[in-house]
């Protein structure tokens, strides 16, 4: 699922950069497709460029645990309300509920890419921070050791202090895991 991460972090920071938006899903969701689906599955690890092409569609690209597209162009079934933010991010919060669904968003506005999971933002990328796309991989090891991914959530504890990582210029970490990840970095001085 790295890999995976990579790919949508990738494409996302490249999408927000030049002010555009887009929501992708990885995992299970209820949706209602708003296009005909012209667009054969593919496995968006092989193919970014078609991925990025999709994303600006109006609507949803939904993809398997794999990266096998799903779908695109879809409204996504949302029961959640973000106060002061649009559909997209009722859609993410709504279907990052569904256990072991990630949902990336893309905004055009902020120009940042949002991850949430469990229906709770986790991670905020600035698309503008400079040489934030050469930090892909990092923030990707982050991602998983965050237990995001498909190591667990006990690689926190394990894979942060081993590999190393720190926080991110233009990477923001929220809720319950900045709490962990700056517990493990006091451990790691000696407070």
């Not at 990885?26 to 990025?52: A, H, M, R, S, T």
């Not at 991850?115 to 990092?138: A, M, R, T």
Request: some cysteine; hydrophobic content about 40%; overall charge positive.
């Amino acid at each position: 699922m790295e890999k995976l991460n990579e790919v949508i972090l990738e494409v996302g920071i490249k999408v927000a950069r030049r002010g555009e938006g887009g929501l992708v899903i990885v995992g299970n969701c209820k949706y209602k497709p708003l296009v005909k689906q012209d667009v054969k599955p593919f496995n968006v690890i092989d193919n970014p460029k078609l991925l990025e092409s999709l994303i600006l569609m109006d609507g949803a690209v939904v993809l398997n645990s794999s990266g096998i597209l799903e779908v695109y162009g879809a409204k996504i079934n949302s029961n959640n309300i973000l106060p002061n933010f649009g559909t997209r991010h009722s859609a993410a919060i709504s279907a990052s509920m569904n256990k072991g669904t990630t949902a990336y968003i893309i905004s055009q506005e902020d120009k940042k890419v949002k991850v949430f999971y469990s229906g709770k933002l986790i991670l905020q990328i600035d698309s503008l921070e400079k040489g934030i796309e050469k930090k892909v991989s990092e923030i990707s090891k982050l991602f998983e050791s965050m237990g995001f991914g498909t190591l667990g959530f006990l690689g926190a504890s394990v894979l942060v202090p081993t590999l190393g990582i720190a926080l991110i210029p233009g990477v923001i970490v929220f809720g319950g895991v900045h709490y962990i990840i700056n517990q493990i970095k006091n451990f790691e001085r000696g407070k």
